[in-house]
């Protein structure tokens, strides 16, 4: 019928199986990775995946990715991506398929290959001669293969490379190979770069590594001993290597020296050289040298020997002369030194070492480098005068040769023969200590001995002494005289004839034949002493005529120039109260005096009476009573070729003294004078009636008497003075007497005296002559003038800035001691030789003068007190600050000294021959005494002074006002400190001028004088910044003001017309022109130019 069919599906299940699935055994580093997998089965497999065990959680979709899809109904496929495969993920991946009737897995291997790479690498360091051992690893997959390799280079026999060594790492199938490099006694050639290498077939790797080998510091380039000349450069080169590369230092002697003349130059790496250079050797520099090279390893040295060439020097013996007594031993020593040790010779000039000669040589390092030396001893045993001579001692070496000369003289013990010139004695040859014996000279029979002794060593003859000698007719004849003086003979008057007579006749042939001796002058004066007393006693006009002609030819042959020995031998004898010469000079005026008193006038008429020799004159005047009315003077001139004398008597001293006026002129007195002076005139004696011969006569005051000299030629540019010989003192004087006149055009001094006496000139011979005078006049005329300008300018600047630089106390000091100065040095200028010759005018420049320097002293003075009291009592405003204190003290203290002085020394106050204060009676130290103690006083007050200033400026804190303070009487007191010396030394030097009279010190007061106003001006003006600022600022303000008017003036030209309509406005316009100064120097400050409308128009303006 039908046929029903009714279909039924048999499924047939079955358990799964894997068709296909990939293993991968292979694959490349950091790529990705997929593995299918396709399983049949019934029901359809689920397909699940697994790594090394363990399910994949697809949950981490940055590593892996399941993509799962059925192709039927039995089929399943199933991707398992791997992302970025690395080490780890090498393994077993497993396909799992699984259903309701069972489950099949399929593996897959997942072999990663990984490219070869190098473990780092450090650096390494290692100590020569030591071994060491680096280790190369490389990872990789395959395994890699290491190699060693250097860089340039090869490997040494002392390298080893050691074989390979794998080792799994646990990281996936990756590899650790190891090679080791061992470097065996290591050598410095072993450094180097080195590089590890490995290679697989999927890459490759290398590291590089420093092998430094390390080694001591050592020397290559050593120190060579070096010589040099001296003052000459010398170079030491050192240079060393070593790993570290060494620091080198240098040694001098052993001792690390403190150079700064060597420097350090790095060759290379391993290698170091220094220079050490000497730029101008000396001694000191000689010795030992060493380069010292040195690192962590070790050290190294080398040294060298500085040596220097010195150019031989003498030290002994100086130019100069040796002597010796004739058979003593006698040494003369050479003495040089130098490097090369020098040569040094003694030689002979002009002839040659005699056998008693021998030479010794000895030598020895000194302390000054290297030097040597040598001494030479030239010694005679017993010395003869044939060895006398000069000597050369030469030193030499390589570089130079110096000689000296020494001149021995061999002294005999033996005085030659040797006639004396001056007693005419001829003396034998006599041995030194002994005395010679001659017997006495003179033209008649002399009693005595005269004796030379001969003395020294050298023997020399010493003066011969004639003090035992006497002419024995002389000494007779003053026996005779004795024996007169007591007797009562009638027959006196002719006996003393007699005798004077004989001594007129003896003294007459002893002056033809040579000098007069001593003794016999002693006596001689002894024998006419008594003759005023015995003269008395003669009655006998013709008797009294003759002896008095005889006394008087006597005096003339005693007073023959080559008798000045005779007169300075009695001299020197200290047993004498007065001068032979005095004596005799009183004898002539006691003689003249008794020929004035013999003169008579008959029928009341004029006499006069000459005698004439030809070293004594004696002129006697009587004037008639006619002629004392009319007021004659007498006048006694003696005119020859050569000589002019003249003295003049006053009428008026004839009508107080009337009588004889007597005039002796002694051309030769033979008085004693200082070393100062010289007696360059005749003596002239005047005398009146009822005087006696050592009696000062006083004149009326308008009665001077005034006397004429011509001076010898030697001294006519030398200072002359007027004086007479004070007969008590037994010395000349100028009490009363005045040089009146001085012309060195004729050669003549006029005097003028108040009294009757002995008168003479006496010249200064250590005064300065007239070229010294005229160049210290010039000087001292330049330099005052200069010190007056100076001062003037000092004392303007003082009171043109008196408001703004010098104000104050201080200033007001210092004007008032340039006005004190500059009063001094005009009056000083202006009158100093105008005044001379005039007793009043002089003495008041010496007043003023006194005046003025005492009270530049005496404001130096107040500046001490000033700082005193500023500096040590700052808030004190009483009467001791104040500026008319000072006014006070400054020209107040000298007044009372000058008048003083002036009152009480008015006779003596200033000198003949300078109008300033004498030294007479000690009138100079009214001014030097003052002096001194201001300076003391002053001193003192700056001491204290600049002793509380350097204790202020140790304050550890000073407030503006203190440190304002402390520069403003640092600054006057170092003024004052310096102005002081110069000042008061100054003037010490000057009186040390006019009491020692030389020619240094007279040079420099003229020099220092004309300093003292120009330092003025240096410390309080040009030393002021203030000041300079001043001068700056007004100079340049000159200028500016210049250039301005210039312009606005042109300006004003072009511009007429407006500034007619200005004016015309009867406004007041101002134009102002702004400038600034020079930032630099002028500190900012601003000046303002203005032109204001002015009435005069135009001209205005300008103006």
């Known amino acids: 019928l039908n046929a029903i069919t009714r279909r039924i599906n048999l499924t047939v299940q079955f358990t799964p199986s894997i068709e296909s699935s990939t293993n991968y055994e292979a694959s490349i580093h950091h790529k990705n990775v997929a593995f299918l997998c396709q399983a049949v089965g019934k029901p359809a497999p689920d397909i699940s995946w697994y790594f090394n065990g363990v399910m994949i959680n697809i949950s981490d979709s940055s590593k892996y990715m399941i993509v799962s899809r059925l192709l039927n109904i039995t089929t399943t496929e199933s991707t398992l991506t791997v992302y970025n495969v690395t080490s780890s993920d090498v393994g077993t991946y497993t396909c799992s398929a699984s259903n309701i009737i069972g489950m099949i897995e399929s593996h897959g291997i997942l072999t990663v290959t990984d490219p070869a790479s190098v473990s780092p690498l450090m650096d390494t360091s290692i100590v020569e001669a030591n071994t060491t051992t680096i280790v190369c690893e490389g990872l990789g997959y395959p395994p890699p293969t290491i ?91 050192c240079r060393a290597t070593g790993e570290p590369i060494p620091t080198i230092s240098w040694y001098f002697n052993g001792v690390l020296a403190n150079l700064s003349d060597f420097t350090i130059i790095a060759v290379n790496s391993t290698t170091i050289e220094s220079f050490l250079a000497i730029n101008n050797t000396q001694s000191s520099n000689v010795g030992r040298y060493t380069c010292h ?70 030598s020895m390092r000194t302390n000054e480098g290297n030097v040597t030396r040598i001494t030479v001893e030239l010694m005679f045993t017993g010395v003869s005068r044939e060895d006398a001579g000069v000597y050369e001692c030469t030193v030499s070496n390589l570089l130079n040769a110096i000689t000296r000369s020494i001149n021995l003289t061999v002294q005999y013990d033996i005085c030659e023969p040797e006639h004396d010139p001056v007693w005419s004695i001829s003396w034998p040859l006599t041995a030194t200590g002994n005395t010679a014996i001659q017997t006495c000279p003179g033209g008649g029979e002399s009693s005595g001995l005269a004796l030379r002794e001969c003395d020294g060593i050298p023997a020399a003859w010493l003066d011969t002494n004639v003090d035992n000698c006497s002419t024995v007719e002389i000494t007779k004849i003053l026996e005779e005289v004795k024996l007169l003086v007591f007797s009562n003979s009638q027959n006196f008057s002719h006996s003393y004839q007699t005798l004077i007579t004989e001594l007129s006749s003896i003294t007459v042939t002893a002056i033809s034949n040579e000098i007069i001796l001593p003794n016999d002058l002693a ?32 005096i003339d042959n005693i007073s023959n120039p080559q008798n000045e020995v005779a007169y300075n031998i009695l001299d020197s004898k200290d047993n004498k109260q007065q001068s032979p010469g005095a004596q005799v000079l009183q004898i002539a005026v006691n003689i003249a005096q008794l020929i004035g008193n013999t003169l008579t006038s008959d029928n009341n008429e004029s006499a006069n009476l000459t005698i004439a020799r030809e070293n004594i004159r004696i002129e006697a005047k009587l004037l008639s009573e006619a002629d004392i009315r009319n007021g004659i003077n007498v006048d006694f001139p003696i005119e020859s070729a050569d000589l002019l004398v003249n003295s003049t008597v006053p009428a008026e001293a004839i009508r107080k003294y009337p ?94 005296a108040t009294h009757l006496t002995s008168f003479a ?24 003038c200069i010190s007056i300008v100076s001062l003037l300018l000092t004392s303007v600047a003082i009171v043109y800035w008196r408001k703004t630089i010098y104000k104050g106390v201080p200033n007001f000091i210092h004007f008032n001691l340039c006005l004190s100065l500059v009063i001094g040095l005009v009056i000083f200028v202006s009158c100093i030789e105008t005044a001379i010759g005039n007793k009043d005018g002089c003495t008041t420049v ?131 400190v310096a102005l002081m010396p110069l000042l008061g030394g100054t003037w010490i030097i000057g009186f040390l001028a006019i009491i020692e009279h030389t020619e240094v010190f007279a040079w420099l007061f003229a020099i220092l004088n004309s300093l003292q106003g120009f330092f003025i001006f240096v410390f309080y003006v040009l030393k002021q910044e203030k000041v300079r600022t001043k001068v700056k600022q007004s100079a340049y303000l000159q200028r500016l003001g210049e250039t301005v008017s210039t312009m606005l003036t042109k300006n004003f030209s072009s511009k007429s017309t407006e500034l007619d309509t200005i004016k015309s406005s ?12 020079d930032e630099q120097h002028h500190k900012h400050q601003g000046v303002s130019t203005v032109i204001s409308n002015h009435p005069n128009g135009k001209e205005g303006l300008s103006q």
């Open 1066 to 1077: 009867k406004k007041d316009t101002v134009a102002s022109v702004n400038f600034t100064l």
């Open 147 to 237: 190699v060693w390799s250097r860089t340039n280079g090869v490997l040494s026999d002392r390298v080893s490379v050691s074989d390979s060594v794998s080792v799994p790492t646990g990281n996936g199938n990756v590899s650790r190979v190891s090679v080791n490099l061992t470097i065996t006694n290591a050598s410095r050639e072993d450094t180097g770069v080195y590089t590890c290498s490995a290679n697989n077939s999927v890459g490759s790797d290398n590291r590089t590594i420093n092998i430094t080998v390390q080694f001591q510091a050592e020397i290559i380039l050593g120190l060579t001993d070096l010589v040099e000349n001296e003052t000459n450069p010398a170079m030491f080169t």
């Open 846 to 976: 010496a007043v003023i003068l006194h005046y003025c320097f005492l009270a530049a002293f005496s404001w130096m003075l107040c500046e001490g007190l000033h700082l005193f009291i500023f500096l040590n009592y700052v808030f004190y405003e009483g009467f001791l600050s104040k500026w008319y204190f000072y006014l006070g003290l400054g020209w107040g203290l000298p007044v009372p000294i000058v008048a003083i002085a002036a009152g009480i020394s008015n006779q003596y106050y200033v000198t003949d021959i300078r109008c300033w204060l004498s030294e007479k009676k000690g009138t100079i130290w009214a001014f030097v005494a003052p002096m001194l103690l201001i300076i003391l006083v002053n001193g003192i007050f700056l001491a204290v002074t600049l002793k509380v200033l350097f204790k202020i400026k140790k304050k550890d804190f000073l407030s503006d006002g203190e440190k304002a303070r402390i520069k403003l009487t640092m600054s006057l007191t170092i003024s004052a």
């Open 293 to 362: 090279a040195e690192n962590v390893i070790g050290s190294d040295e080398s040294s060298g020997v500085l040596t220097v060439n010195e150019a031989a020097e003498l030290l002994e013996p100086f130019e100069g002369e040796e002597y010796a007594t004739e058979g003593e031993n006698v040494t003369l020593k050479c003495v040089g030194e130098g490097y090369p040790p020098p040569l040094v010779e003694w030689r002979k000039l002009n002839g040659s070492t005699s056998d008693r000669a021998s030479i010794t040589n000895m």
């Open 761 to 784: 000139v006496l010249v200064d011979v250590q005064g300065t002559t007239s070229e010294l005078g005229d160049g210290l006049s010039i000087v001292s005329y330049i330099g005052c």
């Open 659 to 752: 009588g004889p006026v007597t005039h002796l002129h002694l051309s030769n007195p033979f008085l004693p004078t200082d070393k100062r002076f010289n007696l360059s005139t005749p003596v002239l004696a005047v005398q009146v009636a009822q005087s006696n011969s050592t009696e000062q006569v006083n004149l009326p005051e308008n009665g001077s008497v005034v006397l004429s000299f011509t001076l010898s030629e030697n001294h006519t540019s030398a200072t002359a003075k007027c004086v007479f010989w004070n007969f008590e003192s037994n010395s000349w004087s100028d009490d009363g007497v005045v040089t009146i006149r001085h012309g060195t055009s004729n050669n003549s001094v006029q005097c003028k």
């Open 523 to 554: 006596n001689i004066i002894t024998i006419l002493e008594d003759f005023p007393q015995l003269f008395l006693r003669i009655d006998d006009p013709a008797i009294i005529n003759e002896i008095l002609m005889n006394v008087i030819d006597i």
